[in-house]
T-cell receptor
């Protein structure tokens, strides 16, 4: 089973601060996805990164896929309270399985 | 509205009493999947289905059954629930299986087994 390790597990910051969360593996992934999950809801896809070294931007969120396709990061600039949630990375495994990391629980305080 | 629906949203039951959690999607997706989410363990895939009549085990299939008789429906069956199956369950669907496909998740079913 390919494992995805996310860090930090918990992150509490003030509105306006910048932050980075990480998704690491010892395995190579053909792609990685980032999802955000809000309390009481299912995860929602933010982005899919496919190419090693790829950088994608979604407003204040910047996603990067490592050159070796074993890791990814999510950077949020000037965090807002609406960014609060559980951030999950996910990657395809063997036989069309999908593996999720345990997530980073982000709290942005006003 | 494109969506994945699950029923029931909340369920409290007792050990050994068979139950079914239904999942339906209206997006004509081929790939459907069940996950359980537990504190400290994250989201783990239980079963998935590539298409009608094609299902396969995920990482934690023990104690669960699924069927895919129609493209839109993918019920999760617990033949003899036990307390260690108390969890938050999510159904998801995507256009196809494999990389690059966005998973659309249902709202979740919170199951408690006493």
């Amino acid at each position: 089973t390919q494992l995805l390790e996310q860090s930090p597990q918990f992150l509490s910051i003030q509105e306006g601060e910048n932050l980075t969360v990480y998704c690491n593996s010892s395995s190579v992934f053909s792609s990685l996805q980032w999802y955000r999950q809000e309390p009481g809801e299912g995860p929602v896809l933010l982005v899919t990164v496919v190419t090693g070294g790829e950088v994608k931007k979604l407003k204040r969120l910047t996603f990067q896929f490592g050159d070796a396709r074993k890791d990814s990061s999510l950077h949020i600039t000037a965090a807002q309270t609406g960014d609060t949630g559980l951030y999950l990375c996910a990657g395809p495994g063997s036989n069309y399985k999908l593996t999720f990391g345990k997530g980073t629980l982000l709290t942005v305080n006003p | 509205e494109a969506q994945v629906t699950q029923n029931p949203r909340y369920l409290i039951t007792v050990t050994g009493k068979k139950l079914t959690v239904t999942c339906s999607q209206n997006m004509n997706h081929e790939y459907m999947s069940w996950y359980r989410q537990d504190p400290g363990l994250g989201l783990r895939q239980i079963y998935y289905s590539m298409n009608v009549e094609v299902t396969d085990k995920g990482d934690v299939p023990e104690g669960y059954k699924v069927s895919r008789k129609e493209k839109r429906n993918f019920p999760l069956i617990l033949e003899s629930p036990s307390p260690n199956q108390t969890s938050l369950y999510f159904c998801a669907s995507s256009f196809r299986g494999g990389s690059y496909n966005e998973q659309f998740f249902g709202p979740g079913t919170r199951l408690t087994v006493l």
